[in-house]
């Protein structure tokens, strides 16, 4: 192989981690954005339940019980989207404090838990092999 094929090649290799790496910084931003979305959406919903609190100035009933659960349900997908942010980038959580740290962490900066050290198999490679 030439230089010249080589040089290709190697181009042709760096693009390919480039585009892998835009990729997973999308996703990123598109979970970001979901997970700030539902929190501006309990927010609203936290008012019409503190609106309803004061008008009747009495404790709540099954008025706000729908909206108790709206907010039940977006705090959880909040937390699955976190998850998910979490796996592309390729973090691990604290098994004690549940804090998220880079993969190659040895112990957790919070509360000193010591970490599994495995690293995760990169998504790139991941696609390769199939």
């Given at each position: 192989m030439s230089d010249y094929q080589k040089t290709v090649e190697s181009v042709k290799e760096m693009a390919g981690e480039l585009y892998g790496k835009a990729g997973r910084a999308k996703d990123i931003a598109v979970l970001t954005f979901q997970v700030k979305q539902r929190g501006m959406e309990i927010a609203k919903l936290c008012r019409k339940v503190g609106e309803i609190a004061y008008k009747k100035l009495a404790p709540l009933d099954g008025e706000a019980d729908e909206l108790y659960a709206r907010i039940d349900e977006l705090r959880s997908q909040i937390e699955a989207l976190k998850e998910k942010i979490?796996?592309?980038?390729?973090?691990?959580?604290?098994?004690?404090?549940?804090?998220?740290?880079?993969?190659?962490?040895?112990?957790?900066?919070?509360?000193?838990?010591?970490?599994?050290?495995?690293?995760?198999?990169?998504?790139?490679?991941?696609?390769?092999?199939?």
């Amino acid at each position: 192989m030439s230089d010249y094929q080589k040089t290709v090649e190697s181009v042709k290799e760096m693009a390919g981690e480039l585009y892998g790496k835009a990729g997973r910084a999308k996703d990123i931003a598109v979970l970001t954005f979901q997970v700030k979305q539902r929190g501006m959406e309990i927010a609203k919903l936290c008012r019409k339940v503190g609106e309803i609190a004061y008008k009747k100035l009495a404790p709540l009933d099954g008025e706000a019980d729908e909206l108790y659960a709206r907010i039940d349900e977006l705090r959880s997908q909040i937390e699955a989207l976190k998850e998910k942010i979490s796996e592309v980038k390729s973090e691990k959580k604290c098994p004690r404090c549940g804090k998220s740290l880079p993969s190659g962490y040895r112990f957790c900066p919070v509360c000193g838990e010591k970490l599994d050290v495995s690293e995760p198999v990169p998504q790139e490679k991941e696609e390769k092999q199939d």
